[in-house]
C-alpha cells in the first residue's frame, strides 16, 4: 500500500437513497431478488470529485439540500456511497450535529467519555483530555447535569470541545456557526485556525460565505447533488454568489449568505465585547447628515465604535455599499488599509470623495471584526439607506468616466492570425 | 496495559472505502474477527454496558443491590408458591429434592430472561440508536452485543442468588462438579442470542413489523420450552406426550436442560402409570446438550452476524 499524499480523496463519489412508497414494495423486491424494482434513488449526490492535502480546509457551499450535508456524511463515514470511492489518511472525528451521540439523560462529563469512545478513542485519552474540554466548554456546573437541561448552545460548545480536543487528523464540521453566541464563536475560530497551523484537514459547510473564503483554502459550490464550481474559495463563493444575484428570488438567502445575521448577544458578551455605538453618513467635511445624495456628491460615514479591552481583543472595522439587490459595490476595512483603531473608544471616519454610484438604494452595512479580520464580533446596519439620484444616462454600477467622440480615420490594417482565447 | 489509541483505527486508514457490497470471504473475517474488534473498542463496550446496567438502578435507594435481591425474591417466590402449596404433586421426591419442582422453574427461567430480554429489548436497538448510527461512525455491531452481554450479566446475578441460597439455606444442595460446565455454558448462550439479535436487528431496520412478531414468536417459544412444565412427569398416555420428542428440535430445550444440570444435579422421576417418567435433570447429559445447542449457536451466530455485515452500509440510510 503507497502512503497516501492526501488527507483525503474522493473520486466519483455518489450517493443515492432508495425511496419506497410502500413498505410492501421492499418486500416484494427482496423476494423477488432482483427482477422486481419497487423503488426509485434519488441521488444526493453524485461525481464528486477531491483532493486535499493535509493542512489544506475545504469548504462547501450551496442551497439547502444542495447535498453539503450528505457528502459530509459520507466523508465522515456514517453512510456509506452508492458509486465511487473515497479515502482517508488519518484518524476522522466529526460534528454531524448538534448533541449527536449525547445520551440525554446523562451527565455532561459522562458523555465526553461516551462520545469519544464512540469515535474510537480511548477511555483513558479522554480522562486524560477532559479538564481541557471542560475548560473550552465553560460549563462550568451545568457539567455535572444531565446534557438535557443544556441549551442548544451548551449542546454545540460541549460537542464541539470534544471533537477539537480529540484532535483528529481530518475534523468534519456541518455547520457549525450557526449556534453559540459570538463570543464562543470568537473561540471556536481561534481553535480551528490552531488546528490549521497543526497541519490538519478541516472539511466544512456553511452558509456564510464569508467564513468559507475566510477559512477555506478551496470550496465546492454543489447543487442538487453535483458540482457546479470547485477550486479556489473565493472563485467558488463568487461563483455561487453571482448564480444567487443571478436568481433574484433567493436575493433573501443571498442576504443572510454574504452577511449572516448576528444571534442575539450572550450576557457576557454584551457587557464585554467590542460594538459599534452608532453609524450615520455626512456630507464630506461638514456636520449636514445626509442620506438623499446625487452621484457624484462628496460623502463621509461616521462610526463610533466602543472596546472595553483593546489590549485584548484589538478590532477592526469594514464599510461597504451594498445594492438592494445584494451586490457589494465596493468597501474598505481598516486592516485593509493598515489603520489601527486604539483606545476604548472613539469614532472613525470613511471618506468618499465624488461617490460615482449610479442610482438606487444601497444599504452601508458596517462589520466589526476582531484584530485579524476573521470573526465578526457585530454587523451593524444603520436604519436609513443611502439614496443615489443620478441625472445622467449610465447603465452599470459606477458612473465611469465614459465619453464619445467621432474622427476621421482610415480603416485599420487586417489583424494577424487570431488567437483563441482559451479557458477564459 | 491500553495500547497506544492511535494504533486503533476505525476503518482501515488509506483504504478506499467504496460501494462495493461486501465479498463472502470479507464476511467470514468479519465473523472471525469479533473477538479483535470488541478488543479494540473494549472502552466502548464497557462504558456503554455500564450505562446501560446502571440506568437500571440509577436513583434506587438499594442501587446494586437490585440486581441480586430481585432474583433472591423471585426464588423465594418460586419456592413458597411452587414448592410448599403445589408441591404436594411430587411426593415420590426424596426428602431434600422436595424444592425441587421450584428450583426447577426458576433455573430454566433464569437462562429463558437472558434470551427473551435479549430478543425483546435488542431487535429494535439499530432502529432506535438511528440517531447515532446516521451521526457517529463507530462499528454497530456492538449495539446488540450490549443488549445480550446486559442480560448475561443480570443472569449471573441470578445464578450468584442460586448459589447464594444453595450453600445458606437447606432448600436445595449445593451444586457439584458439573457447574464447571457454566462458563462454556454461558458463552454459548451468549454467542446464540447475539446471532438472533444480530439478524432480528438487521431485519428491524427493514421490517418494522418485525418487532411485533418476535414478540409473539417469543412468547410462544417460552411456552414451548420446558421452563415451567416437567416433560417427564407429563401423563403417560396424553396425546402430547407423543410430541415429546420434537422437543429435540429445540435449542433453548438443550440450553435449559444443560442449565439444570450444571446447577442442580440430579433429579430423577420414577415412573407410573400416571407419568413418563426418567431423568427430569441430569448433570451427566450436560455434554450430550452443549453440543446439540453449540451446533445452533454457531449457526444463528453465522447467519446472524453474516446477514447483518452485509446490510450494515445501509443501516444510515433506513433508520
Same mark, same amino acid.
Given at each position: 500500500m503507497s502512503t497516501p499524499r492526501y488527507a483525503l480523496e474522493c473520486e466519483q463519489l455518489g450517493k443515492a437513497y432508495r425511496v419506497y412508497s410502500?413498505?410492501?414494495?421492499?418486500?416484494?423486491?427482496?423476494?423477488?431478488? *432482483?427482477?422486481?424494482? *419497487?423503488?426509485? !434513488?434519488?441521488?444526493?449526490l453524485r461525481g464528486v470529485n477531491l483532493q486535499l492535502r493535509p493542512g489544506a480546509s475545504l469548504g462547501l457551499c450551496g442551497a439547502n439540500g444542495a447535498g453539503k450535508s450528505t457528502l459530509l456524511k459520507v466523508l465522515a463515514g456514517t453512510t456509506a456511497p452508492t458509486e465511487g470511492r473515497y479515502r482517508t489518511n488519518g484518524r476522522v472525528a466529526s460534528l454531524l450535529e448538534l448533541g449527536a451521540g449525547f445520551h440525554m439523560d446523562f451527565t455532561g462529563r459522562a458523555n465526553i467519555v461516551l462520545n469519544g469512545v464512540m469515535m474510537g478513542f480511548s477511555k483513558r485519552d479522554l480522562e486524560q483530555k477532559t479538564p481541557e474540554i471542560l475548560e473550552f466548554a465553560e460549563l462550568g456546573s451545568h457539567i455535572d447535569e444531565p446534557v438535557r437541561t443544556y441549551s442548544s448552545g451548551m449542546g454545540l460548545r460541549l460537542g464541539f470541545a470534544i471533537a477539537a480536543a480529540l484532535d483528529p487528523e481530518v475534523l468534519i464540521i456541518d455547520e457549525v456557526f450557526a449556534v453559540g453566541d459570538m463570543y464562543f464563536q470568537k473561540k471556536c475560530v481561534d481553535r480551528i485556525y490552531q488546528f490549521k497551523k497543526r497541519n490538519k484537514t478541516i472539511v466544512f459547510c456553511s452558509h456564510s460565505l464569508y467564513d468559507l473564503r475566510q477559512f477555506c483554502d478551496e470550496a465546492i459550490w454543489l447543487e442538487h447533488g453535483v458540482t457546479r464550481a470547485q477550486g479556489d474559495s473565493v472563485f467558488a463563493t463568487n461563483e455561487y454568489a453571482a448564480f444567487q444575484r443571478k436568481h433574484i428570488g433567493s436575493a433573501e438567502e443571498a442576504a443572510r449568505s454574504e452577511h449572516p445575521e448576528v444571534p442575539g448577544l450572550g450576557a457576557r458578551a454584551r457587557h464585554e465585547l467590542p460594538r459599534v455605538?452608532?453609524?450615520?453618513?455626512?456630507?464630506? *467635511?461638514?456636520? !449636514? !447628515?445626509?442620506? !438623499?445624495i446625487q452621484s457624484g456628491d462628496s460623502i463621509e460615514v461616521r462610526v463610533w465604535w466602543e472596546n472595553a479591552h483593546p489590549e485584548e481583543n484589538p478590532i477592526q472595522v469594514g464599510i461597504a455599499f451594498m445594492r438592494a439587490d445584494m451586490t457589494t459595490c465596493g468597501g474598505q476595512a481598516t486592516h485593509f488599509q493598515g489603520v489601527k483603531l486604539a483606545g476604548k473608544q472613539g469614532c472613525l471616519v470613511l471618506q468618499a470623495p465624488r461617490l460615482a454610484l449610479l442610482s438606487g438604494q444601497f444599504l452601508v452595512p458596517i462589520v466589526l471584526f476582531d484584530g485579524e479580520g476573521v470573526h465578526k464580533y457585530q454587523e451593524y446596519l444603520m436604519p436609513e439607506n443611502l439614496l443615489v439620484r443620478a441625472y445622467t444616462r449610465d447603465i452599470g454600477l459606477f458612473r465611469l468616466d465614459l465619453a464619445f467622440t467621432q474622427r476621421e480615420l482610415a480603416p485599420p490594417p487586417p489583424r494577424a492570425e487570431q488567437r483563441v482565447a482559451s479557458g477564459a | 496495559m491500553t495500547p497506544d489509541p492511535h494504533s486503533a483505527p476505525l476503518s482501515m486508514e488509506g483504504e478506499w472505502i467504496s460501494a462495493r457490497p461486501a465479498r463472502a470471504r470479507e464476511v467470514l473475517a468479519r465473523l472471525a474477527t469479533l473477538p479483535a474488534l470488541v478488543a479494540r473498542h473494549r472502552d466502548l463496550v464497557t462504558t456503554t454496558l455500564k450505562r446501560d446496567l446502571t440506568s437500571r438502578f440509577q436513583g434506587t435507594l438499594l442501587g446494586w443491590a437490585w440486581p441480586v435481591l430481585q432474583p433472591l425474591f423471585l426464588f423465594a417466590v418460586y419456592y413458597f408458591i411452587f414448592t410448599q402449596l403445589l408441591g404436594q404433586k411430587m411426593p415420590f421426591l426424596p426428602e431434600e429434592q422436595k424444592a425441587g419442582i421450584g428450583v426447577y422453574m426458576f433455573v430454566g427461567m433464569l437462562a429463558w430472561t437472558a434470551i427473551g430480554e435479549a430478543l425483546a429489548r435488542g431487535t429494535g436497538?439499530?432502529?432506535?440508536?438511528?440517531?447515532?448510527?446516521?451521526?457517529?461512525?463507530? =462499528?454497530?455491531?456492538?449495539? =446488540?452485543?450490549? @443488549? @445480550?452481554?446486559?442480560g448475561l450479566v443480570m443472569m449471573l446475578f441470578s445464578v450468584l442468588a442460586f448459589v447464594l441460597a444453595a450453600l445458606f439455606t437447606p432448600i436445595w444442595p449445593a451444586p457439584g462438579m458439573a457447574i464447571l460446565w457454566l462458563p462454556l455454558i454461558v458463552l454459548l448462550q451468549g454467542l446464540f442470542t447475539y446471532g438472533l439479535v444480530l439478524g432480528l436487528s438487521t431485519l428491524q431496520v427493514f421490517l418494522? &413489523?418485525?418487532?411485533?412478531?418476535?414478540?409473539?414468536? /417469543? /412468547?410462544?417459544?417460552?411456552?414451548? /420450552?420446558?421452563?415451567?412444565?416437567? =416433560?417427564?412427569?407429563?401423563?403417560? &398416555?396424553?396425546?402430547?406426550?407423543?410430541?415429546?420428542? $420434537? $422437543?429435540?428440535?429445540n435449542p433453548v430445550y438443550h440450553l435449559v436442560r444443560a442449565w439444570r444440570g450444571a446447577l442442580m444435579g440430579d433429579v430423577n422421576l420414577p415412573e407410573s402409570e400416571y407419568i413418563t417418567g426418567g431423568a427430569a435433570v441430569s448433570s451427566a447429559s450436560v455434554p450430550h446438550h452443549l453440543w446439540s445447542f453449540g451446533l445452533w449457536a454457531v449457526g444463528a451466530y453465522v447467519l446472524g452476524y453474516a446477514f447483518f455485515v452485509l446490510a450494515q452500509r445501509r443501516f444510515a440510510d433506513e433508520v
Open positions: 410502500q413498505p410492501m414494495k421492499r418486500v416484494v423486491e427482496t423476494l423477488s431478488l *432482483g427482477r422486481y424494482r *419497487g423503488h426509485h !434513488e434519488f441521488w444526493a455605538v452608532d453609524a450615520r453618513i455626512y456630507r464630506l *467635511g461638514t456636520d !449636514e !447628515e445626509v442620506y !438623499e | 436497538v439499530i432502529v432506535e440508536n438511528g440517531n447515532l448510527i446516521k451521526k457517529l461512525a463507530f =462499528p454497530s455491531e456492538i449495539l =446488540p452485543l450490549n @443488549v @445480550v452481554l446486559a418494522r &413489523d418485525t418487532q411485533q412478531l418476535v414478540g409473539m414468536v /417469543t /412468547t410462544v417459544w417460552m411456552l414451548a /420450552t420446558p421452563i415451567f412444565w416437567v =416433560p417427564e412427569a407429563m401423563a403417560k &398416555d396424553s396425546a402430547i406426550a407423543a410430541n415429546f420428542g $420434537l $422437543l429435540a428440535l
